[in-house]
């Protein structure tokens, strides 16, 4: 009944249409009729590369368009791990002939050219040397045969002797720039350098300028403790990023969170190569200063714009400890840190004070 009465109405009004000058008023189903079709639903599918490089777990996540499918997507994202990879076999020091090995074999004798991705990560290296009073030291390298935490690991203390030998060789005002021509020489003979404390944030950025040129707009690139988010998930939502507790319960146990948004994450822990002798945890973070692990902090986490500067400072600021080490975030533009200290104390820079979501205290012990 209702419908024959609705065809009815339709009827009418065309008819009156019909004895005017005017033309008509489209109907709201005439309207709807021309207007372009709707794009049928979609749903975002999660799309994550898993895999290892520069000696550590790489985790690269997007997620499909209605552009870009999986398939394309999944090649956008191999290009991002062949630029990390490509950096590694410059930067590794497990390989003979990376432009870093190069530098080392050369130790006091010659300089050695270099490319210009090396020669800029050694030259910023530097530059946090000198930021942080010399307590990141690339080439604290010297020490690698002594303290034992990677794939030759050794649950043994060096001897104090065999420490103060190995010390007078880190020093890294004796690696000596060529800026003109890009070479590198390490002054004193058996001196080595490592990138290892700097280098996967540079691949990090590195990866993501990939992405970017790729047209992706959300995106993480993670490389063990370094990690790089752009853009927002598709419902516009920010990413999240957990602060690991560092005696908690795994890589997923977290005591805070910080809503991350074109923004890089980097994290130095006494817990992933270490060991635990005698009551005393031993890890791979050493201070130059004395040729032993630091201990003035459990844990620092690092949120800046670029994973590049957050990898770099990661560490002084362990070593200095939050007294002295949080002066470094706060004197870099849009750069925070959180310290979880020797005592098992949280201490959270002044800029990340106002985006950090405190889950709870860490736990307390060795």
């Known amino acids: 009944m209702m419908r024959t009465s609705h065809v009815f109405l339709l009827g009418a009004l065309a008819l009156a249409a019909c004895n005017t000058s005017s033309p008509p008023e489209p109907t709201p189903e005439a309207r709807s009729s021309s207007a372009p079709p ?3 639903p979609f749903d975002p599918k999660k799309v994550t590369l898993d895999d290892k490089a520069m000696g550590t777990h790489v985790v690269i996540t997007t997620y499909t368009t209605r552009e870009l499918d999986e398939a394309a997507i999944r090649s956008k994202l191999d290009k991002a791990l062949a630029e990390i990879r490509r950096l590694e076999r410059l930067m590794t020091t497990w390989r003979d002939d990376s432009e870093i090995s190069r530098i080392n074999q050369a130790a006091g004798k010659q300089a050695v050219a270099v490319g210009p991705e090396t020669f800029d990560v050694i030259k910023k290296s530097i530059s946090v040397a000198e930021r942080s009073e010399g307590v990141f030291d690339i080439s604290f390298e010297a020490m690698r045969d002594l303290w034992r935490f990677d794939e030759n690991k050794v649950e043994e203390v060096p001897s104090k002797a065999d420490i103060d030998k190995a010390r007078a060789l880190i020093d890294y005002r004796k690696i000596k720039l060529d800026h003109d021509a890009h070479r590198v020489m390490l002054s004193k003979p058996g001196m080595r350098v490592s990138l290892g404390g700097i280098a996967k944030g540079y691949a990090v950025d590195a990866a993501a300028k990939v992405l970017a040129a790729e047209g992706l707009a959300s995106f993480y690139v993670q490389a ?10 598709p419902d516009g939502s920010p990413y999240r990023v957990g602060v690991r507790d560092p005696r908690g319960q795994g890589p997923n146990d977290y005591f805070a ?3 991350v948004t074109d923004h890089a994450f980097s994290t130095a822990g006494d817990y992933e190569r270490a060991f635990v002798k005698d009551g005393k945890r031993w890890h791979h973070i050493i201070d130059p200063r004395t040729g032993y692990p630091a201990m003035k902090s459990r844990s620092v986490t690092v949120w800046a714009k670029d994973a590049f500067t957050a990898d770099g400072i990661d560490d002084a600021i362990f070593i200095l400890g939050p007294d002295k080490g949080l002066s470094i975030c706060e004197e870099l533009d849009d750069c925070g840190a959180v310290v979880v200290d020797e005592h098992n104390k949280v ?6 004070e106002s985006k950090i979501q405190m889950l709870r205290d860490p736990t307390d012990g060795v």
């Open 38 to 40: 709707r794009p049928p």
């Open 224 to 233: 063990g403790g370094d990690l790089y988010v752009r853009g927002k998930k």
């Open 257 to 259: 969170m910080i809503d």
């Open 347 to 352: 201490w959270v820079s002044k800029r990340l």
